[in-house]
């Protein structure tokens, strides 16, 4: 059985990639790709062709192969059972049928569940009740329990946390408002002079640019919002924040932190807020988890 194993972690915008050394979890190669837009062109395509080229390259004969995908994910049948609006055309698709040539063994698991794996594999936490929300194009959780493991729920549809807060009037989610898209979507609609460049927006806010000090705080506030919703579900030891916008750290925590207590009741408390470690590779990590 070869060391190296390959993974796959398939978001709205890009399609990450890696072959991975099983003894130690370094990365032999990783690679990034746009999304297609699964109309003209297809995800499962893309994916078939990124695994084929690290299988030749590699000539791993006997393929371990770990999918992390945005989406309901039924992890027995390896398929997307539900899909938002994020990627469209995506419920149906069958990576475990799709790519039965390629490999061995294959693990397809939920995007979110994927990343809080491997945050654990990763790193050593002692609670014992962890959620995870990723930010990105869309936003999406995972609940963690020590005895239980991670928790999909009777339908595969547990912690679907970035339909929350549906509002009629704007016909928006938690998602669509907080998520980095409605961060990016705010910044246009500020007149924000860099685009969607949100490196820069937190340089700017940090240097004291009043705008950009006005976006995030509103765009803040909806994510806190959203938070406080999880902290009175699950009621966890720690949230992890992980996603891109992870990488802001406390730049990111001070924004939201602040806030949460206005959509939580009088001395109602808290979990520990905190970033994630593992950043954006987490999901590589935690789709070949099961595979080690």
């Excluded at 930010?135 to 999406?140: A, D, K, R, S, W």
Aim: charged share 15%.
């Amino acid at each position: 059985m070869s060391i190296y194993k390959v993974a796959v972690d398939i978001g709205g915008t890009n399609i990450k990639s890696a072959v991975i050394n099983a003894n130690d979890l370094s990365f032999i190669e990783n690679n990034s790709v746009a999304t297609p837009n699964n109309d003209t062109e297809l995800i499962i395509d893309e994916v078939y062709r990124i695994v084929k080229y690290y299988k030749d390259k590699y000539d791993i004969s006997n393929l371990d192969l770990g999918i992390s995908s945005a989406g309901v994910i039924d992890s027995a049948a390896g398929s997307v059972v539900y899909s938002g609006p994020t990627i469209p055309n995506y419920k149906g698709t069958n990576f475990k049928d799709y790519l039965a040539p390629l490999y061995s063994n294959i693990a397809v698991l939920n995007d979110v569940n994927a990343a809080l794996l491997g945050e654990l594999t990763y790193h050593n936490y002692q609670q014992d009740n962890i959620f995870c929300l990723t930010i990105g194009t869309g936003i999406g959780g995972a609940f963690y329990n020590r005895t239980l493991g991670i928790h999909t729920g009777a339908r595969h549809r547990a912690n679907q946390i970035g339909y929350l807060l549906y509002d009629s009037h704007s016909e928006t989610t938690f998602e669509t408002r907080a998520s980095t898209s409605g961060l990016k979507q705010l910044m246009e609609v500020k007149n924000y002079p860099y685009d969607s460049n949100v490196k820069q927006l937190f340089k700017d806010a940090k240097q004291g640019d009043t705008l950009a000090n006005d976006i995030l705080n509103e765009w803040s506030a909806y994510l806190a919002e959203g938070i406080a919703q999880i902290q009175i579900i699950y009621d966890p030891d720690v949230i992890l924040i992980g996603g891109a916008i992870s990488a802001q750290g406390d730049n990111l925590l001070n924004y939201i932190v602040p806030k949460l207590e206005c959509y939580l009741p009088h001395n109602y408390g808290h979990a520990q807020i905190q970033t994630a470690l593992s950043l954006n590779n987490a999901a590589l990590i935690g789709a070949i988890a099961n595979l080690l």
